[in-house]
């Protein structure tokens, strides 16, 4: 297969030739086309209902599988799904696919006040500055291999940062701007206990990026690095050859794994997709606390960075930190089997997946023999998740399925071997990530499926050209009956990973707890006003349907703090501070405390208002900014 494949799209190759043919045979890729005319018998007769035919098929899949939530029930799993580039993290309830929350992360967000009040942005600022990110691993932390509901952290692969958002209240708490990272991509927790989150480095840059070795390629590197998750320090890295792209930790404490696509160390496309094969590391990770300890690094960007290249001393002997294994050919996704034994790393640019037997993996002299299978599952395999069945399933970015496949039948049967495969699924499509629920703890449950579809072409009303994506929910709980495709959502870009976590894992709050808060509380005793020196200090608090103050006068110029406390107790009764012209709007859920600062540049009237729809009297919820001219 040449470099070129992975854009020459199935999909498109059948619209080109059926669009010759007929424009309504455009619409429906040949695959679907030749599975629909199969099931009917005749091809004559089909140009009018194409779509039709294809709706129809998913009808017959939804009747037998039952995913309806029922008006005023809840899901069953919170699925914590990535946004891509749009920088946030959403949740959905599962099976129902309703879309739940936002979270916004490395994107500032009006309707939560996120980026407004003056600890968010100062968090924001504090993490570069920036006003997007791209998110695209979610993971949820765990205790003894199994949902914690402490935290879920996600990647910027745009600006080489961490964030974690804190469970009880669903909000980003805390944001690390990984040094010597410049795209933070994989993302993933150290297990069982969630020791580190680990970010691994896919742009590979000069190390330190200070305009040195600008077109030295030959010097570029990348890291991964290992953080902290209750401080959010990074505590070390390791330098490597060639890229990384994703990563997963090993389930006892020990191992991780990298993906790459660029052991070539090329800077153009068609170098990065020469080699016939690149590599998986292994990380030790107890060796390369040893060499940390023993001062065995460099101190860069101020961390300690420990060289795990292949020359490296450290990498000499039977403990060495980094492992390289030969894999074909640009492997993409990495996960480990839910009991540990395996990490099965997905070959994109081959139709392989390469199984590693991690136990093996510190026994062997060379690391190549701990691959153990290869089976040969379709064009393009990407991710890989599990349904603890000892069932394997790997979305085929360019065959547009979800392939199931037997994982101990992988490693009895001869390299390139199709036999591993039990079924596949069309979806729709080319798919990136799937997920199964909990599939990235010890117990999977075994019964839903997300393939988070990057294409969706025909599949829902147009939208013009921007296209949403297609995240399809699939039934994987009955062997016998084989996957069931269940339903199709609509998904704004773009997701690419997702964790599945059941309901009774989380225990979100309801209203806040000033004691998790920074900022003290405001009650209605402590309403006020302080002006010193251009300065003005305002504390209120907002209940319906009124804010602390009716009127708040201050001069041109003045820096205005205020402090408000929503003094609300019951659930769900939200006000915000909105005022015009300033570009203020903080976001007060029930007993929440938060401060924004502004300068009021320009004398007139500015009527604060409440944008959250509190009561029959929410119109009437506001007050007035009165700036007096400067003279
Ligand atoms: S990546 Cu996007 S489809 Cu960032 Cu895990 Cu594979
Ligand atoms: Cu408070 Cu609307």
Not at 223 to 236: F, K, Q, R, S, Y
Not at 417 to 423: C, F, I, L
């Amino acid at each position: 297969m040449t470099d070129t494949d992975i854009t020459d799209e199935r999909t498109d190759d059948a619209s080109t030739a059926a669009d010759e043919r007929d424009p309504l045979f455009a619409r429906i890729p040949r695959r679907d086309f030749m599975k629909a005319g199969a099931a009917t018998g005749a091809l004559t007769g089909l140009a009018g209902c194409t779509s039709l035919l294809s709706s129809e098929e998913n009808a017959t899949a939804a009747a037998d599988v039952d995913a309806s939530v029922p008006p005023g029930e809840h899901d069953e799993y919170y699925g914590f799904l990535s946004g891509g580039h749009s920088g946030e993290i959403r949740i959905y309830g599962i099976p129902s696919m309703r879309q739940l929350m936002r979270i916004p992360v490395f994107n500032r967000e009006s309707a939560r006040g996120y980026g407004f009040d003056d600890e968010t942005r100062g968090m924001l600022e504090d993490a570069g500055g920036y006003t997007w990110g791209d998110t695209h691993h979610p993971r949820v932390s765990q205790t003894d291999n199994d949902y914690d509901g402490r935290w879920a952290f996600v990647n910027d692969k745009a600006n080489g940062r961490m964030a974690r958002i804190d469970l009880k209240y669903f909000e980003t708490d805390a944001i690390v701007d990984v040094p010597n990272q410049q795209g933070t991509h994989g993302a993933c927790c150290m297990l069982p206990d969630t020791k580190y989150v680990f970010g691994v480095g896919e742009f590979r840059v000069p190390m330190p990026n200070d305009g040195r070795d600008l077109d030295d390629p030959e010097k570029y590197t990348s890291t991964i690095a290992a953080i902290d998750p209750e401080t959010m320090n990074v505590e070390w890295e390791v330098l490597v050859d060639g890229n990384m792209d994703n990563g997963d930790g090993g389930k006892n404490g020990r191992w991780f794994f990298a993906t790459g696509y660029n052991s070539e160390s090329a800077v153009t496309e068609s170098g990065m997709s020469e080699s016939d094969t690149d590599w998986v590391k292994a990380f030790d990770v107890p060796a390369i606390e040893e060499a940390v300890e023993a001062g065995e690094y460099e101190e860069i960007g101020g961390v300690p960075v420990v060289d795990g290249t292949r020359d490296s001393s450290l990498n000499e002997g039977d403990r060495s930190l980094v492992r390289y294994l030969d894999v074909s050919k640009s492997p993409h996704g990495v996960s480990v089997t839910p009991d540990g034994k395996y990490a099965i790393a997905s070959g994109k640019l081959d139709p392989t997946c390469s199984v590693i037997d991690i136990e093996a993996l510190g026994e062997v002299d060379d690391p190549n023999e701990a691959v153990v299978g290869r089976p040969s599952l379709g064009m393009g395999p990407l991710h890989t998740a599990y349904d603890g069945r000892g069932h394997a399933y790997t979305t085929l970015f360019i065959d547009s399925q979800v392939v199931k496949w037997d994982i101990e039948a992988a490693v009895e049967a001869d390299a390139e071997s199709e036999d591993p495969v039990v079924e596949k699924i069309d979806v729709h499509y080319n798919p990136g990530h799937l997920i199964a629920a909990e599939s990235y703890t010890a117990e999977p449950a075994g019964d839903w499926l997300i393939s988070l579809n990057k294409l969706s072409k025909d599949r829902f009303l147009p939208v013009g050209p921007v296209h949403p994506e297609n995240d399809q929910l699939i039934y994987i709980g009955d062997d016998d009956a084989g996957m069931e495709l269940v339903k199709d959502t609509p998904a704004y870009a773009e997701p690419h990973d997702a964790s599945i976590v059941h309901k009774s894992k989380l225990e979100p709050a309801s209203t806040y707890d000033p004691a998790d808060l920074e900022l003290d509380p405001v009650g209605v005793d402590d309403v006020d006003i302080q002006r010193e020196d251009g300065r003005v200090d305002v504390k209120m608090t907002s209940q319906r349907n009124q804010f602390g103050f009716e009127d708040i006068t201050v001069r041109e110029g003045d820096e205005v703090t205020i402090t408000v406390t929503n003094i609300e107790t019951t659930a769900d009764l939200l006000h915000s501070l909105a005022i015009p012209e300033h570009d203020v709007n903080i976001k007060l859920a029930p007993q929440e405390t938060r401060k924004v600062t502004f300068t009021a540049d320009e004398p007139g009237v500015y009527w604060m208002y409440c944008a959250f729809f509190c009561s029959a009297l929410h119109l009437e919820m506001r007050s007035r900014l009165l700036v007096e001219p400067a003279e």
